[in-house]
């Protein structure tokens, strides 16, 4: 084998290697030579075929293989004797292959950078810490009571007003013909609550029961359903019943409602909880500082096809969440494969190559001071992510654990919190106590500028689109529990902002993001 270095440039590599004639013709001969032992041909004795009949036969397929095998070990042999870390799988161009004269062909890659760690020393940080207060307790009982609300029957002449829900029978239509899904029975639907498409609710405002009701709307455009978006509609509304909102109390037996035996065990478990937002929530703040300072501190060249990548995945993260929201269809956006314009294009580069940046960083102080993932670690992940998805849990499992690619995605995280915990423990952390409250302040400003610019990033890839037509409510699936209360609502019907289901357990508030801006 013989390599000549075409190209040495930043983190770029490009190779010539030549492999010979001799060696091309011993790789093929061993591979025959194996092949004699196991294939069986009429005449002759196992193990006695003659190898010259052998390659009449298979000789070109020998020699295919012959010539994977020595790319695979002349590239392997390579990046040992150069030391080489590719950034990426190499391109490999192989030229034309002549069994008299061997073949050659070229090995381009771009390079994983020297990070140099040596003289790392974790920076101080600021970490904000809340220990909730009584006040605090107080407050989660006082929504757990609003989300926990209750109707209770009123009167037969009352007219329904914004909040009181009514119980409906419809039947939706467009140009006088019923649609598929527009048909519901024994709904009950909370007036002002956002659940169905705009003016639907607010023509119910005044309603008795008994009352028969046309509604019409228009459906936004876009919308799921491609043959109803931006059409007129009419519905059949007939008011069953009309409730008004129950005060929910505070007490033992609102506490039994969450299979616990008294309003103290409610407030000790919801204490419990906060705690743990607490820290959530604290980790999450400090853990963004940290990515902050390292990303200021450290400046190296990037491999720019791993850049390429995260840009791209950007990109598709974007155009996903405008189809999620509403704001556009997949059709609409599938020949967008970047933002229109140049300013953003840059932004988002630089956010990729940050990440980048970053991820190698954390991958290099990772490296260099032992740390690693065991596979205990890794499967207690997987079972979480296992348990997101009730009645699931076992595909869920088995699709992690049988494929190699998926499982990366889940060690990834792992290994970069596992390198954040490592090096805020060495870190000089100056904690400043807070109240829960401004904590929350805190996180969610982080996440409200991170929102700000996601949704810069969903105009750009909408503009055109958003220019023409006025944007969908946003939209959420639906868990495997609601399929059954779907098969009554009618596609007028939005997603609502989800709210914790009233199981038989302490309540569990939604934890915050402990995610960065990198």
Known sequence: MQINELKNDGLTREYKITIEKADLDQRVQNILNDLRHKVRMKGFRPGKTPVALLKKIHGEAALGQAVEESVRESTDQLFREKKIRPALQPKVDVGEVDEEKGFEFTLSTEILPDVDTSDFKAPALERLIATPSDADVDAAIETLAGQSKSFETAAKTYKAKTGDAVVIDFVG????????GGKGEDFQLELGSGQFIAGF???????????????KVTFPDPYGSEELAGKDASFDVEVKEVKKPADTKIDDDMAKNFGLESLDQLKEALKTQLEQEAKTLSRAKVKRALLDKLADSYDFAVPQGMVDLEYRDIWQQI???AVMSGEATESELADKDEPESEEDRADYRNIAERRVRLGLLLSELGLANKVEINRDELMRRVA???RRYPGQEREVFEFYTKNEQAMAQLRAPLYEDKVVDFILEMADLKDTEISLEDLRKAVREDDEEE?????????SATKKTAAKKPAAKKASEKKPAEKKAAEKKAPAKKAAAKKPAAKKAAPKKAASKDDSKS
């Open 384 to 386: 979480d992510e296992a």
């Open 319 to 321: 155009k996903r969440d």
């Open 173 to 180: 239509s467009v140009d006088g013909e019923e649609f598929e």
């Open 201 to 215: 609710e607010d023509q119910l405002v005044g309603a008795k029961t008994g009352d028969k009701v046309t509604v």
């Open 451 to 459: 929102e700000n610019q996601a949704k810069d990033a969903k105009k």
